[in-house]
């Protein structure tokens, strides 16, 4: 009862987008984590005829496009875990991100050629070389026949804030190495719509090919983003109550009023969150209803007073006609949260392939 309906049509629309808002700099499509959810391998063959190349998080999943035919470039964006990794991503022709001594050893020692992109740490403190360092860095890798191409990288901590000064700040670091004229890469969703100073030669486009919107109190409908996954269930229940009667765990819903009460089968089993908060919108019908009581593993139940819903009548917990920031918000998370966290219980459907 309990679908994704994944609109590829919608995804290349909003790839599309994110290549006329960086018209200088090549866009790689974000596809780690299963394409945020919406699965690796059929995003990356939707893609493959308009994408200028993917970024991954690390090297499996990049052998995965690589054994599905997938020839365009990809970069890992958290480089090779260990020296036989390294040597994969060498024979595999993927581009690797370097972000500490370690790695820059496994390069020496391998056989083969890799384009690098050397990360930065220009101020979030996850991963990547101290600016200072990064010269040294540089001329290692200028000494090191595997190395065909060198690019710097680095990634900001609060694009999602539009006019936070740290992302100045950022920015400036990145900046104090422009003497060394090399290629660089810092934009993601966030920065891309919002920081055009900062789209350098690589843009990399998350969450925005997915239609969310990566800016705080705002919707990707808002960026001209159309929904790409929608998440629908199914009424498998209909009944009335009284008022100071209770819904659910815990008793959390008491009726205030005689009150029509609507069970969807879908719960924290297939992904939903647990921690959806009391109103949470619910698309049926065209309308939305808010969610009460607790959700648990297989159900969730929704307040349809005076409404015309009926048993097997569709419910979209988020997508077309719901924007899946706005359900985020009401359960104190992210979209990107609600797309990735979907279980194997979810059954996919592709359209527009």
Same mark, same amino acid.
């Given at each position: 009862?309990?679908?994704?309906?994944?609109?590829?049509?919608?995804?290349?629309?909003?790839?599309?987008?994110?290549?006329?808002?960086?018209?200088?700099?090549? %866009?790689?499509?974000?596809?780690?984590?299963?394409?945020?959810?919406?699965?690796?391998?059929?995003?990356?063959?939707?893609?493959?005829?308009? +994408?200028?190349?993917?970024?991954?998080?690390?090297?499996?999943?990049?052998?995965?496009?690589?054994?599905?035919? *997938?020839?365009?470039?990809?970069?890992? @964006?958290? $480089?090779?875990?260990?020296?036989?990794?390294?040597?994969?991503?060498?024979?595999?022709?993927?581009?690797?991100?370097?972000?500490?001594?370690?790695?820059?050893?496994?390069?020496? /020692?391998? /056989?083969?050629?890799?384009?690098?992109? #050397?990360?930065?740490? =220009?101020?979030?403190?996850?991963?990547?070389?101290?600016?200072?360092?990064?010269?040294?860095?540089?001329?290692?890798?200028?000494?090191? +026949?595997? #190395?065909?191409?060198?690019?710097?990288?680095?990634?900001?901590?609060?694009?999602?804030?539009?006019?936070?000064?740290?992302?100045?700040?950022?920015?400036?670091?990145?900046? &104090?190495?422009?003497?060394?004229? @090399?290629?660089?890469?810092?934009?993601?969703?966030?920065?891309?719509?919002?920081?055009?100073?900062?789209?350098?030669?690589?843009?990399?486009?998350? *969450?925005?090919?997915?239609?969310?919107?990566?800016?705080?109190?705002?919707?990707?409908?808002?960026?001209?983003?159309?929904?790409?996954?929608?998440?629908?269930? !199914?009424?498998?229940?209909?009944?009335?109550?009284?008022?100071?009667?209770?819904?659910?765990?815990?008793? =959390?819903?008491? +009726?205030?009023?005689?009150?029509?009460?609507?069970?969807?089968? *879908?719960?924290?089993?297939?992904?939903?969150?647990?921690? +959806?908060? %009391? $109103? &949470?919108?619910?698309?049926?019908?065209?309308?939305?209803?808010?969610?009460?009581?607790?959700?648990?593993?297989?159900?969730? &139940?929704?307040?349809?007073?005076?409404?015309?819903?009926? @048993?097997?009548?569709?419910?979209? @917990?988020?997508?077309?006609?719901?924007?899946?920031? !706005?359900?985020?918000?009401?359960?104190? =998370?992210?979209?990107?949260?609600?797309?990735?966290?979907? &279980?194997?219980?979810?059954?996919?459907?592709?359209?527009?392939?």
């Amino acid at each position: 009862a309990t679908q994704a309906i994944i609109d590829l049509h919608a995804l290349r629309e909003n790839y599309q987008l994110a290549k006329q808002g960086a018209p200088g700099s090549r %866009a790689y499509a974000v596809i780690k984590a299963n394409a945020y959810g919406h699965g690796m391998l059929t995003v990356a063959n939707a893609l493959s005829s308009l +994408a200028d190349g993917f970024a991954v998080a690390c090297v499996d999943e990049a052998l995965k496009l690589r054994q599905a035919g *997938i020839l365009l470039p990809i970069l890992v @964006l958290e $480089g090779a875990m260990d020296r036989h990794e390294c040597q994969v991503a060498l024979d595999m022709d993927l581009e690797l991100s370097l972000h500490h001594e370690q790695q820059l050893q496994w390069l020496q /020692q391998a /056989q083969g050629s890799v384009k690098v992109w #050397v990360k930065v740490d =220009t101020g979030m403190h996850r991963l990547g070389f101290a600016v200072q360092d990064v010269p040294a860095v540089i001329s290692d890798l200028r000494a090191c +026949a595997n #190395v065909s191409q060198i690019q710097l990288m680095s990634h900001f901590a609060c694009a999602d804030e539009v006019g936070n000064a740290f992302n100045q700040y950022q920015l400036d670091q990145m900046q &104090t190495l422009s003497p060394m004229k @090399l290629p660089w890469s810092m934009s993601n969703s966030a920065a891309l719509l919002t920081q055009p100073q900062s789209h350098g030669e690589l843009v990399r486009p998350g *969450i925005m090919l997915y239609g969310a919107s990566p800016i705080v109190g705002t919707t990707g409908q808002d960026f001209n983003l159309q929904a790409v996954m929608t998440l629908q269930s !199914e009424v498998i229940a209909l009944h009335s109550i009284k008022a100071g009667e209770s819904v659910g765990y815990g008793q =959390t819903f008491t +009726a205030t009023q005689d009150t029509q009460i609507a069970v969807l089968a *879908i719960g924290y089993g297939d992904g939903y969150p647990r921690s +959806a908060k %009391a $109103g &949470t919108p619910v698309l049926i019908r065209g309308r939305q209803w808010p969610l009460v009581g607790r959700v648990s593993m297989d159900m969730m &139940t929704v307040d349809v007073t005076n409404s015309d819903v009926q @048993l097997g009548d569709k419910a979209t @917990l988020w997508g077309t006609g719901l924007s899946a920031d !706005e359900v985020a918000h009401h359960c104190d =998370t992210l979209s990107y949260e609600l797309f990735c966290r979907l &279980t194997s219980r979810v059954k996919f459907q592709y359209l527009g392939s």
